[in-house]
């Protein structure tokens, strides 16, 4: 299945973020508690949003296949039809839902920096090593174009 990803030119692929259902962009979300929590599980949603990315919705029509990014509480999409590859960190019963599954890294074990709700800039230091065979982001994705 991965040669098969690798094989087809999917530089012009649409791409969408998804996290929460019902909470496809930053007016959407709101105030979860009266501290820090949103109602949206994406981490980086205002992030998404200054990438350009969309909400998912549904799949395009003629979508042959779904990569799916996932860190965080963000809520697996429901996709049935198309091959799915997963790339991060996911439980047992969410990993069965792909064909293949590449694993990421837990948030303590990368460096980055993400954007709150109130598009505050907030940088982060690794606090682990990721174990076995995962790999950060950038690692994987150079690896699958190259």
Known sequence: LIHRFIE???SEADIFHYGTPGIRNTK???SADKILKTKSKTSNLFGAEKLGLRGFESL???AEA???FRGGRAILPEIKGVAMV???VFSQPQAQKFQAVLPGTAFTEKEGTVF???GREQKFKRATLPPGQ???LAEILMKWVN
Do not use: Q
């Open 8 to 10: 087809k030119n999917y």
């Open 28 to 30: 959407d979300d709101g």
């Open 60 to 62: 395009p029509p003629g």
């Open 66 to 68: 779904v990569l799916v």
């Open 86 to 88: 997963g790339v991060g």
């Open 116 to 118: 709150n709700i109130e």
């Open 134 to 136: 995962c790999k950060y």
